[in-house]
C-alpha cells in the first residue's frame, strides 16, 4: 500500500506564497510520475504542475511562471513552489503519484489553500 500526505496548505493574501508538500511511504520501488491537482468548489479537479521521472515538467497555463515543481527522489517527496498567488489560485489541493510496480494511481486527501483578495 502507498500514503501520499500532503501539507504547507493556508489562507494567504494575493501576491504571497506557499510552498506545497507531498511525502510517498509504502511499497514504492520508483515514483513514475507526480503531480498536483487542485478542484475549485463548483470546478472539475485540474491539473497544475507535473514532473517525471527524468525531471521533465508540465504546467497549466495558468500557473506557468509562477509556480515550480521539484522532486527529491530520495525522499519520493515532490513540491510546490507557488508564488504571486491569486485568489483564483484557491482550491484544495491534492497530489497524484504514478508508483512502480505496477503503475498504479494513488492519491493524496488534498491541503487547501485559500488566497484572499
Known amino acids: 500500500q502507498v500514503q501520499l500526505v500532503e501539507s504547507g496548505g493556508g489562507l494567504v493574501q494575493t501576491g504571497e506564497s506557499l510552498r506545497l508538500s507531498c511525502a510517498a511511504s509504502?511499497?514504492?520501488?520508483?515514483?513514475?510520475?507526480i503531480g498536483w491537482y487542485r478542484q475549485a468548489p463548483g470546478n472539475e479537479r485540474e491539473l497544475v504542475a507535473s514532473?517525471?521521472?527524468?525531471?521533465?515538467?508540465n504546467y497549466a497555463d495558468s500557473v506557468k511562471g509562477r509556480c515550480t515543481i521539484s522532486r527529491d527522489n530520495a525522499e519520493n517527496t515532490v513540491y510546490l513552489q507557488m508564488n504571486s498567488l491569486k485568489p483564483e489560485d484557491t482550491a484544495v489541493y491534492y497530489c497524484?503519484?504514478?508508483?512502480?510496480?505496477?503503475?498504479?494511481?494513488?492519491w493524496g486527501q488534498g491541503t487547501q489553500v485559500t488566497v484572499s483578495s
Open positions: 497524484k503519484a504514478i508508483i512502480l510496480p505496477g503503475f498504479r494511481a494513488y
Open positions: 509504502g511499497s514504492i520501488v520508483s515514483i513514475w510520475t
Open positions: 514532473i517525471s521521472s527524468g525531471t521533465r515538467t
